[in-house]
């Protein structure tokens, strides 16, 4: 079965909204990321986050190992943040090295 | 930044030719990955390695074989491509603990 639930799969939002995007894994792991993917289809960066909050700008990531769950929050969001939301995490295979599987995203949408 | 570049960035094969998609990096990250992207199934791992000239099988490895003949480039290669592996293809690497870097992509049109 799937190994990342993210969560909803889509979102419309009125610009200045703020959204909580979210991420559930069924399986303990090492660490987690979160990534945007602009509509044209590069991947970006947003968070290396294992554990804790991290804050970089209007957006704030919350993970929870020990609840495997993990949340993206946009605060005042801008046109320019449509795009999907995605959360990897990484396991370890022991002598295979580390795998990073990913949820399916969320398609986010800011309206004018 | 860490620079992971993908050639050819888009592609049409034939079925049943062989394809062979190549990476470069160029940061001496230890993990190269191989991704392929279709609509509603999000990014699934097809081979990834941790050493050059070790590959390991990801989620989704038949009809793909990759090589990591080196620390920096790592190749997907189908050597009989079908109408089913048309989808977007997605080459990344890191170190250790770290964040992910992601080429650009390659579009890969099997006809």
């Known amino acids: 079965g799937q190994q990342v639930q993210q969560s909803p799969a889509s979102l419309v939002l009125q610009e200045g909204e703020n959204a909580e995007l979210q991420c559930n894994f069924s399986t303990s792991l090492n660490s987690m990321q979160w990534f945007y993917q602009r509509p044209e289809g590069s991947l970006v960066s947003l968070f290396y986050n294992p554990s804790g909050t991290k804050q970089s700008g209007r957006l704030t990531s919350t993970t929870v190992i020990k609840e495997r769950r993990s949340s993206l929050h946009i605060s005042s969001s801008q046109i320019t943040d449509s795009g999907t939301y995605l959360c990897a995490m990484e396991l370890n295979y022991g002598g295979s090295g580390n795998k990073l599987i990913f949820g399916t995203g969320t398609l986010l949408s800011v309206k004018p | 930044e860490a620079a992971v570049t993908q050639s050819p960035r888009s592609k049409v094969a034939v079925t049943g030719g062989k394809v062979t998609l190549s990476c470069h990096q160029t940061n001496n990250h230890d993990y190269m990955y191989w991704y392929r992207q279709d609509t509603g199934h999000g990014l699934r791992l097809i081979h990834y390695?941790?050493?050059?000239?070790?590959?390991e099988k990801g989620d989704i490895p038949d009809g793909y074989k990759a090589s990591r003949p080196s620390q920096e480039n790592f190749s997907l290669i189908l050597e009989l491509a079908s109408l089913s592996q048309t989808a977007v293809y997605f080459c990344?690497?890191?170190?250790?603990?770290?964040?992910?870097?992601f080429g650009a992509g390659t579009r890969l049109s099997v006809l």
């Open positions: 390695s941790y050493v050059a000239d070790s590959t």
């Open positions: 990344a690497s890191k170190q250790g603990a770290n964040t992910l870097y």
